[in-house]
């Protein structure tokens, strides 16, 4: 069978195919209000990764879906990549999943079986790594191909983290380096060599589970996942949703290695455009930076790394954690801060 490239089929791919957050926030505030029973820990407030309902004092569920377009060619990896995005968001509440359901939309008439298949087998090897099953899921025949899960996970419901829950004076903790949206626009433009692509798979293939063992850290308050708003637009969501200003360096950011020469070549998503479209009013930038630096931190990131937030003296902890279970990158990325009443939240990146 002749190699198919499943990203010709689409018009974005991964988490760059979000819809933009200024217009994904006009229709949500359209979206009526539904019934919110006192079991759900977590729903909507504040764009958290997940929702958690109570089902006794000592689980909770935690329940997410996460599906995109393909970010690369190869059917195998496509799955594996989705299927760890979705996962993430499991982690990122501080849960343990326990089973998953597929979302499944392919062009019938443009893809094989054998292609198809060959996605689900991707998704599968991932929910293996992850010690779950994919205990079904829904299909259908659609213009793009489309892939993703339903997450079910269990946490207590006292190690709930959500992005609501910083408090000032912690500082933030980035377990994933950033560049994975620059990738995937050089890939399509035929410049990413083999070297890159692999950078690419290890990064966007390797599960967050260390959230679950973040969440029963002292001093862990907040988590999130960075992925198609990239690290400002995520790291915005947890300053309002805590009332609290951010202050991050733009040297200590980690980034991909393979990413930074395509990005000073201004070699980025669409995507990064648009996210900077619907928050940059919210971000102090400073002067001297270059457009580059810029679009790093609006660079929609597929299946990113969990962003922490914590007391300083649990940093040490937290950056332990992550190293142990192969986030070879992480690192102390800024601090929270109080804002005056009346201000608003913001994010402001320093040199």
Not at 29 to 55: F, M
Request: charge should be negative; proline fraction near 7%.
């Amino acid at each position: 069978m002749e190699p198919i490239a499943l990203t010709r089929f689409s018009h974005g791919g991964g988490c760059g195919c979000k819809i933009a957050p200024g217009l994904l926030a006009e229709i949500l505030a359209r979206a009526p209000q539904g019934i919110v029973p006192p079991e759900l820990l977590v729903g909507t407030e504040t764009s958290d990764d997940a929702a958690v309902y109570r089902l006794n004092d000592a689980q909770a569920l935690v329940a997410t879906t996460d599906f995109f377009t393909p970010i690369v060619d190869d059917p195998y990896d496509f799955g594996r990549i989705a299927a760890t995005n979705a996962l993430s968001d499991i982690y990122a509440m501080g849960g343990t999943p326990i089973m998953a359901l597929a979302l499944v939309g392919m062009p019938i008439d443009k893809l094989p079986p054998e292609v198809i298949g060959r996605v689900l087998e991707g998704g599968a090897s991932i929910c293996r790594e992850a010690g779950i099953p994919i205990a079904g899921g829904h299909s259908i025949d659609v213009l793009e191909p489309i892939y993703g899960l339903v997450g079910l996970g269990l946490v207590h419901p006292d190690r709930v983290r959500r992005n609501s829950a910083a408090e000032a004076g912690d500082v933030l903790v980035l377990g994933k380096p950033l560049g994975v949206g620059i990738l995937s626009a050089a890939l399509k433009k035929g410049l990413l060599d083999g070297g890159g692509y692999a950078e690419m798979i290890r990064h966007t293939t390797q599960l967050n589970r260390v959230g679950t063992t973040l969440a029963t850290l002292d001093g862990v308050h907040a988590m999130t996942d960075v992925t198609g708003f990239g690290l400002a637009g995520h790291l915005l969501e947890i300053c309002r949703g805590s009332g609290l200003a951010a202050e991050v360096s733009l040297a200590s950011l980690p980034l991909i290695e393979s990413a930074l020469p395509f990005a000073q070549q201004g070699i980025v998503t669409g995507a990064s455009g648009r996210n900077w479209a619907g928050y940059g009013g919210q971000i102090a930038w400073p002067a001297n930076a270059p457009d580059w630096q810029r679009a790093l931190v609006s660079d929609p990131q597929t299946s990113g790394g969990l962003l922490v937030s914590c007391r300083p003296e649990s940093a040490p902890a937290v950056l332990e954690a992550f190293r142990g279970a192969g986030f070879a990158q992480a690192a102390t990325v800024g601090t929270l801060c109080a804002i005056s009443a009346g201000e608003t939240p913001g994010v402001a990146f320093l040199p």
